[in-house]
C-alpha cells in the first residue's frame, strides 16, 4: 500500500462545523478525486481537479469545497451547508498511459457528524 | 448523461458455484468499462478493465455492445472472493473520467 495517503482515518465534529479531509498521493498523477461513499449508492464524484489550481464540481459538490495548490494535495472542506455530511470520504488520483487507464483509491475518512 | 447499473444490491452463493455480477450501461459511444472490488478493510482497487481481456483471481468480464453489458463472472466462486464490486464506465475524453455503478456486496458462504 502506500501511494495515496487520507487523515484521519475516522473523524468527528459537531453540527454546523466545517471540517477539512487531507488527501496526499506521491504518485506524481495530475488528475485527483473525491468520491463519497454511500451504502446502496455506491461511489458519487463530489470534486475533480486534473491540473494544479484547477478544480471542477461533480456530481453533489453542494456543500463542499476543495483546493489544489499543490500536485501532491487535494483537501477536501466539508461545510456547515452540506446537509447530510455523515459518510464516507474517498480521494482517488489517477494515470492514464501504455497500460491503460486507472484510477487508484485511498484508505479513506469516515466522517461523523453530530 | 452515462449511467452505470448494477442491479443486485447483495448477492450470495455458495463456494464452488459459478457466480455472475452485473452490470449495464447507458452510452451512445465507445466506452470503456472496469470492474473494481474492496475488500473488507481494504481500499478500494482496479479489479480488471475490458480492453485488456485478462482474467484476475479467476474473474473475467466481456463487453457485449449489443447487450450494453459488462457482466463480471467466475466458474467457482471462493470465500475469498467476498467483497464489494463496483462497475464503472469511462466516457473517452470526459475530464471527470469515470462513473460508478451502486455495487453489489458478494458474500461466499462456505
Known amino acids: 500500500d502506500g501511494g495515496i495517503t487520507q487523515s484521519p482515518k475516522y473523524l468527528f465534529r459537531k453540527e454546523g462545523q466545517n471540517v477539512t479531509l487531507s488527501c496526499e498521493q506521491n504518485?506524481?498523477?495530475?488528475?485527483m478525486y473525491w468520491y463519497r461513499q454511500d451504502p446502496g449508492q455506491g461511489l458519487r464524484l463530489i470534486y475533480y481537479s486534473q491540473i494544479v489550481n484547477d478544480f471542477q464540481k461533480g456530481d453533489i459538490a453542494e456543500g463542499y469545497s476543495v483546493s489544489r495548490e499543490k500536485k501532491e494535495s487535494f483537501p477536501l472542506t466539508v461545510t456547515s451547508a452540506q446537509k447530510n455530511p455523515t459518510a464516507f470520504y474517498l480521494c482517488a488520483s489517477s494515470i492514464s498511459s501504455g497500460g491503460g487507464y486507472e484510477q487508484y483509491f485511498g484508505p479513506g475518512t469516515r466522517l461523523t457528524v453530530t | 448523461a452515462q449511467r452505470v447499473t448494477q442491479p443486485e444490491k447483495l448477492l450470495s452463493v455458495f463456494k464452488g458455484a459459478p457466480v455472475e455480477l452485473k452490470c449495464n450501461y447507458s452510452?451512445?459511444?465507445?466506452?470503456?468499462l472496469f470492474w473494481y472490488v474492496q475488500y473488507s478493510r481494504q481500499r478500494l482497487q482496479l479489479l480488471l478493465r475490458h480492453i485488456s481481456r485478462e482474467s484476475i483471481k479467476g474473474f473475467t468480464a466481456d463487453l457485449n455492445k449489443g447487450e450494453t453489458s459488462f457482466h463480471l463472472k467466475k466458474p467457482f466462486a471462493q470465500e475469498e472472493d467476498s467483497a464489494m464490486y463496483y462497475c464503472?464506465?469511462?466516457?473517452?475524453?470526459?475530464?471527470?473520467?469515470?462513473?460508478f455503478g451502486s455495487g453489489t456486496q458478494l458474500t461466499v458462504l462456505p
Open positions: 452510452y451512445s459511444g465507445s466506452p470503456e
Open positions: 464503472a464506465l469511462r466516457v473517452g475524453g470526459s475530464a471527470r473520467q469515470l462513473t
Open positions: 504518485l506524481n498523477h495530475d488528475a
